[in-house]
């Protein structure tokens, strides 16, 4: 696990421990800045108000962003088309704004030392393929379509954030880049975030990762995942004709049957999916080819190697089997392999962090309650090399997340922006004197 470094410049983060445990339960503590002198807090700077009150008047312009975006398909490896719309959307609200080679919207608002960068991330990419009808549909705070909530509302806030610190004109102490990133849904494998961690690792002091609706969470633990495919090939032939050759499904059915029986602990807590099955031509013919999908997820990193391994062991084990039961082995052998489609690392967020310690502070000051959650998201890539991540909901509710029934309701949405705004201000810290 790692997620151990301490990066903040100016004051220690046991301080800002003991800070927050003195506030009073019930009172409506103000989050306060690393880089603030001692005794100011986050929201005794009028300007931060003025962006945090800046949501409320605005909250129909942030809804019909969330709809425009999502009536643009984004569908996996296909989300130009709304990285543009995002880019020129971040642009008119005063950014510098590019889109990077892995086809990451970066804009940036520059900070008083722009040599420390504070990341805030929504992903662009959907679950659903070409031709998904996305058309909103909206009735008062409520709206309807594919990908409206995951992750319309994090885009949704990226634009309301940029808006509202151009609005009361807040120039941050860290430099801040907000980030459309692609590749964070399936087989995307999180390409946009490790781009994003690759080209800005050396300066990079947090990641906020908003994701989905809500302000019930916070994901501070990354759940480790493979993705693997198994492929079994063979010559193929006649039902009839050729019985007694090796059968590639036969193989993968042995095998698959060895690797389902596998056991896992239910501490650290382990799984495993078979997702996907393919193979044959007709039901007359002995097949070429046939393949799985299979995803492992764990707590455990040695929990996840085993069950690869396991994996490649029973596949090879399913060929075997068939060979040796096969009455003409003449007739053609199988070949296998097993392939990595996919791996997310985990890691963990220290419970003494800068950024927790923003959050707990941001939640205090909506009271807002969230509980600690494991994960798999963007955050995943910062946290497994020591970066200080989270991610969180934008706020809001949703529900239907990758099914074509998909909903969000705006209603009290400014909670979870002010939530996650004050949050990135917390670890940006804010700078004398104003932007532009
Ligand atoms: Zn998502």
Aim: proline share 5%; net charge neutral.
């Amino acid at each position: 696990m790692s997620g151990n470094r301490c990066c903040k410049p100016t004051v220690k983060p046991a301080l800002v421990c003991v800070i927050l445990l003195a506030m009073p339960v019930r009172s409506a503590a103000s989050p306060r800045a690393p880089h603030q002198a001692p005794g100011s807090r986050l929201t005794d700077n009028a300007r931060v108000r003025a962006a945090l009150d800046w949501f409320t008047p605005n909250i129909s312009w942030v809804n019909d962003q969330q709809a425009r975006i999502t009536e643009i398909p984004a569908p996996p490896f296909q989300e130009a088309q709304r990285a543009a719309l995002v880019k020129d959307l971040l642009a008119e609200a005063g950014l510098s704004s590019q889109i990077d080679k892995a086809g990451n919207v970066i804009g940036e608002l520059r900070g008083a030392n722009e040599k420390e960068i504070v990341v805030v991330a929504a992903h662009l990419d959907t679950v659903f393929p070409p031709g998904t009808d996305v058309k909103v549909h909206r009735n008062g705070s409520r709206m309807d379509a594919p990908g409206i909530s995951d992750n319309g509302s994090g885009l949704a806030a990226l634009l309301a954030f940029a808006r509202a610190l151009q609005f009361a004109h807040v120039k941050p102490q860290r430099t801040i880049l907000f980030v459309g990133d692609v590749g964070e849904e399936g087989e995307g494998n999180l390409r946009g975030m490790r781009a994003i961690v690759d080209a800005y690792r050396g300066k990079l002091k947090a990641v906020v990762v908003l994701d989905g609706s809500g302000t019930d969470h916070v994901t501070t633990k990354a759940l480790a995942s493979r993705r693997l495919e198994a492929l079994i090939t063979g010559p193929g032939g006649h039902s009839w004709s050729d019985f007694g050759m090796p059968n590639p499904i036969n193989a993968l059915v042995r095998g698959s049957v060895r690797f389902i029986n596998s056991k896992v602990p239910a501490t650290p807590r382990t799984s495993f999916n078979i997702g996907q099955i393919e193979g044959g031509t007709s039901v007359n013919s002995i097949p070429h080819e046939a393949r799985i999908k299979v995803d492992i997820r764990s707590e455990s990193e040695d929990e996840l190697a085993r069950l690869e391994s396991a994996l490649r062991e029973c596949i090879s084990a399913g060929v075997r089997d068939e060979m040796e039961s096969s009455r003409d082995r003449s007739k053609g052998k199988l070949e296998w392999k097993v392939e990595l489609l996919g791996s997310r690392p985990g890691g963990e967020l220290a419970a003494d962090s800068a950024l927790l310690s923003a959050l707990r502070a941001a939640d205090e000051y909506v009271g807002n309650q969230s509980r600690i959650e494991r994960s798999s998201t963007d955050a995943n890539i910062p946290l497994s090399e020591g970066i200080e991540a989270i991610a969180i909901g934008a706020g809001g509710s949703g529900g239907g997340a990758h099914s074509l029934q998909e909903w969000y309701d705006a209603a009290g949405r400014e909670a979870g922006l002010k939530r996650a705004l004050l949050t990135v201000l917390g670890v940006s810290g804010v700078a004398e004197g104003k932007s532009r």
